[in-house]
């Protein structure tokens, strides 16, 4: 008998709105200065109003957390910081019932040093069990063509262990020893790990760092065919012994490099499109769609049951490996003035002050994650607009507490501000008495009401996870103008939405052919505003600086009226409880 997930619809990713959050960050119970899952309990049921549907957890595992528990040392526990087991089945019952899907990290290509298995093979014979469940070498001269990851800390992955007097193999820390996929046993524990927590309910795993996992003399040690097989039986895994789950793959490579991550839809259910992420931030500084249009004509399609993972920002660095040398200098010189801004190949920021708190350009970037073809994954505190701190070493600027209000740490916890994992961010802009939950609550056009409401705006469309993407090439190209299109089957009507962005600091007009939806009505979905029909003319627009517009387009029959004289518009859609956007 297969094991039931939480969700109803096998697809169910392709519907939903992921949030990304830290257990660690999130809110802290018990006033020891952590955030813990207790805490997370008590924030539910201001994500279930957010509207999200799912919760992606960053590593929560008994850990060193000398990469913010990327490092593991036990897979099937919980930090004791975070709270135990119960507190972590608790909550996934409590985030169920709102009917909120989990997905946790199955980091499997490395492990903490301190994990007993690396322990254990330091100390075990060579060739032994213990020994095998790692990477060794009695020289650091193998595999030299595989580039550093972490070139900011390390100068080889490889690194000598007096212990085993040998060199142990490493694609990150070098305190994060790579597993050895040669050896049958890791697989098998791997698994053994997996299935621990989907027994639990938990709905997905985002399988971190999922290219490297074998290594093979004269290649680059990604991406080989050994990884795929290895995927695939991770996949039937799944298949064979539940329902409604899925995997993540993190694969920062170029969409045709990721695509075999899919499989034949029997791989990985979802990657992240690392690509397109930086061109976004590239589009809005030389506002020009080209550097979108242009990734997403090099992104193959994907077997039906698959989809990408869409971000504006996560906890890691915007990573710049994938884009030109050129494109790479044109981005740190448009988006980190500061130095201390870089780390490794990226910039260590938060989407506000990437955009220099420009609400308008937050409002259009996440116009665009939330209607491009994916899934969107929003960063806990970009709801609100949180700062970054650049001065915490690596990439903890942007893992700060969440801000919830102007009260001691912001609301995150009572403790002593000294005993915070991390500082709360403090400064006069992005500070917790001026960014917060609270303050943003009481506030009708603040960017949490707006987020919520595109939010919830994107539910009622099952296109926007589901449909096909056509860009249409209007002579403006600071105007990036696309159609999407769901054909909702037998039981459910078809939608068509027309998408425009505006990607440039001033007002721009637009003509679009839409000579093939002639006398159809497009109708503005937020404020469901009926827009001239269309004609076999150029359609003409004028977009105000940084707007975006989506434009549902209706047969005639199915339009709303016309606005009446006195401006008020004639049908209004109950169910949406939605304003207008704020457009300071
Ligand atoms: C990818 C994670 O996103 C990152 O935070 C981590 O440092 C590396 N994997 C290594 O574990």
Same mark, same amino acid.
């Given at each position: 008998?297969?094991?039931?997930?939480?969700?109803?619809?096998?697809?169910?990713?392709? #519907?939903?709105?992921?949030?990304?959050?830290?257990?660690? @960050?999130?809110?802290?119970?018990?006033?020891?200065?952590?955030? #813990?899952?207790?805490?997370?309990?008590? $924030?539910?049921?201001?994500?279930?109003?957010?509207?999200?549907?799912?919760?992606?957890?960053?590593?929560?595992?008994?850990?060193?957390?000398?990469?913010?528990?990327? %490092?593991?040392?036990?897979?099937?526990?919980?930090?004791?910081?975070?709270?135990?087991?119960?507190?972590?089945?608790?909550?996934?019952?409590?985030?169920? $019932?709102?009917?909120?899907?989990?997905?946790?990290?199955?980091?499997?290509?490395?492990?903490?040093?301190?994990?007993?298995?690396?322990?254990?093979?330091?100390?075990?014979?060579?060739?032994?069990?213990?020994?095998?469940?790692?990477?060794?070498?009695?020289?650091?001269?193998?595999?030299?063509?595989?580039?550093?990851?972490?070139?900011?800390?390390?100068?080889?992955?490889? +690194?000598?262990? %007096?212990?085993?007097?040998?060199?142990?193999?490493? $694609?990150?820390?070098?305190?994060?020893?790579?597993?050895?996929?040669? *050896?049958?046993? =890791?697989?098998?524990? =791997?698994?053994?790990?997996?299935?621990?927590?989907?027994?639990?309910?938990? %709905?997905?795993?985002?399988?971190?760092?999922?290219?490297?996992? /074998?290594?093979?003399?004269?290649?680059? !040690?990604?991406?080989?065919?050994?990884?795929?097989?290895?995927?695939?039986?991770?996949?039937?895994?799944?298949?064979?012994?539940?329902?409604?789950?899925?995997?993540?793959?993190?694969? *920062?490579?170029?969409?045709?490099?990721?695509?075999?991550?899919?499989?034949?839809?029997?791989? !990985?259910?979802?990657? &992240?499109?690392?690509?397109?992420?930086?061109?976004?931030?590239?589009?809005?500084?030389?506002?020009?769609?080209?550097?979108? +249009?242009?990734?997403?004509?090099?992104?193959?399609?994907?077997?039906? *049951?698959?989809?990408?993972?869409? &971000?504006?920002?996560?906890?890691?660095?915007?990573?710049?490996?994938?884009?030109?040398?050129?494109?790479?200098?044109?981005?740190?010189?448009?988006?980190? @003035?500061?130095?201390?801004?870089?780390?490794?190949?990226?910039?260590?920021?938060?989407?506000?002050?990437?955009?220099?708190?420009?609400?308008?350009?937050?409002?259009?970037?996440?116009?665009?994650?939330?209607?491009?073809?994916?899934?969107?994954?929003? /960063?806990?505190?970009?709801?609100?607009?949180?700062?970054?701190?650049?001065?915490?070493?690596?990439?903890?600027?942007? $893992?700060?507490?969440?801000?919830?209000?102007?009260?001691?740490?912001?609301? &995150?916890? +009572?403790?002593?501000?000294?005993?915070?994992?991390?500082?709360?961010?403090?400064?006069?802009?992005?500070?917790?008495?001026?960014?917060?939950?609270?303050?943003?609550?009481? %506030?009708?056009?603040?960017?949490?009401?707006?987020?919520?409401?595109?939010?919830?705006?994107?539910?009622?469309?099952?296109?926007?996870?589901?449909?096909?993407?056509?860009?249409?090439?209007?002579?403006?190209?600071?105007?990036?103008? /696309?159609?999407?299109? /769901?054909?909702?089957?037998?039981?459910?009507?078809?939608?068509?939405?027309? !998408?425009?962005?505006?990607?440039?600091?001033?007002?721009?007009?637009?003509?679009?052919?839409?000579?093939?939806?002639?006398?159809?009505?497009?109708?503005?979905?937020?404020?469901?505003?009926?827009?001239?029909?269309?004609?076999?003319?150029?359609?003409?627009?004028?977009?105000?600086?940084?707007?975006?517009?989506?434009?549902?387009?209706?047969?005639?029959?199915?339009?709303?009226?016309?606005?009446?004289? #006195?401006?008020?518009?004639?049908?209004?859609?109950?169910?949406?409880?939605?304003?207008?956007?704020?457009?300071?």
């Amino acid at each position: 008998m297969k094991k039931v997930g939480s969700a109803s619809d096998p697809l169910w990713y392709k #519907d939903a709105i992921i949030y990304e959050l830290h257990v660690r @960050a999130f809110q802290d119970s018990n006033g020891d200065g952590i955030g #813990d899952f207790p805490g997370l309990i008590s $924030r539910l049921d201001y994500l279930q109003d957010l509207g999200v549907t799912c919760l992606w957890l960053l590593p929560f595992f008994p850990s060193p957390l000398r990469d913010d528990g990327y %490092d593991i040392a036990n897979y099937v526990d919980v930090n004791p910081s975070y709270g135990t087991l119960d507190d972590f089945k608790h909550f996934l019952a409590e985030a169920h $019932r709102r009917n909120m899907q989990v997905i946790i990290e199955l980091v499997i290509n490395h492990t903490s040093d301190q994990h007993p298995w690396f322990q254990a093979a330091r100390h075990a014979p060579p060739g032994s069990p213990e020994r095998e469940m790692y990477v060794w070498s009695p020289t650091n001269q193998r595999y030299k063509d595989v580039p550093i990851i972490f070139k900011d800390t390390e100068t080889s992955n490889w +690194t000598w262990d %007096d212990t085993a007097q040998a060199f142990y193999w490493h $694609r990150f820390f070098s305190h994060q020893p790579d597993l050895n996929f040669d *050896n049958p046993a =890791v697989l098998e524990e =791997v698994l053994k790990a997996m299935r621990f927590w989907l027994d639990l309910g938990v %709905d997905g795993m985002r399988m971190d760092a999922i290219p490297y996992l /074998y290594e093979r003399d004269g290649t680059r !040690c990604e991406s080989l065919p050994e990884t795929h097989a290895a995927i695939k039986k991770i996949r039937a895994a799944i298949d064979e012994g539940y329902t409604n789950r899925f995997i993540l793959a993190e694969a *920062n490579q170029w969409p045709t490099d990721v695509r075999p991550y899919f499989g034949d839809g029997d791989e !990985c259910h979802m990657a &992240f499109h690392f690509p397109l992420m930086p061109r976004i931030y590239m589009a809005l500084r030389q506002e020009d769609r080209l550097p979108i +249009t242009d990734i997403i004509a090099q992104t193959p399609a994907l077997p039906d *049951n698959c989809q990408w993972g869409l &971000f504006l920002r996560n906890h890691d660095e915007l990573t710049l490996e994938m884009v030109t040398d050129d494109e790479r200098d044109y981005m740190y010189l448009a988006y980190s @003035a500061d130095p201390r801004m870089r780390i490794n190949v990226g910039i260590r920021r938060r989407l506000a002050p990437l955009v220099d708190n420009n609400r308008r350009r937050i409002e259009l970037l996440n116009s665009l994650l939330l209607s491009f073809p994916g899934t969107p994954i929003l /960063y806990y505190g970009d709801e609100i607009g949180m700062g970054d701190n650049i001065y915490l070493g690596d990439r903890n600027g942007v $893992r700060t507490p969440m801000q919830w209000n102007p009260d001691r740490n912001a609301g &995150f916890s +009572t403790a002593v501000p000294a005993r915070l994992y991390f500082p709360v961010v403090m400064d006069p802009i992005y500070g917790y008495q001026t960014i917060n939950v609270e303050a943003q609550l009481s %506030d009708q056009s603040s960017l949490l009401h707006w987020t919520r409401n595109m939010i919830a705006l994107r539910k009622l469309f099952q296109v926007f996870g589901r449909g096909t993407l056509e860009f249409l090439s209007p002579e403006n190209r600071k105007v990036l103008a /696309y159609i999407r299109c /769901y054909d909702g089957g037998p039981n459910s009507s078809s939608e068509t939405v027309l !998408c425009l962005a505006n990607l440039s600091r001033f007002a721009q007009p637009v003509q679009l052919n839409l000579a093939h939806l002639a006398g159809r009505v497009p109708v503005e979905m937020l404020g469901y505003v009926p827009f001239p029909r269309i004609t076999d003319q150029p359609y003409t627009l004028s977009l105000s600086p940084y707007s975006f517009l989506w434009l549902e387009i209706l047969d005639g029959s199915e339009a709303p009226a016309p606005n009446t004289a #006195d401006g008020e518009a004639a049908i209004i859609e109950p169910e949406l409880r939605i304003t207008q956007p704020n457009q300071t």
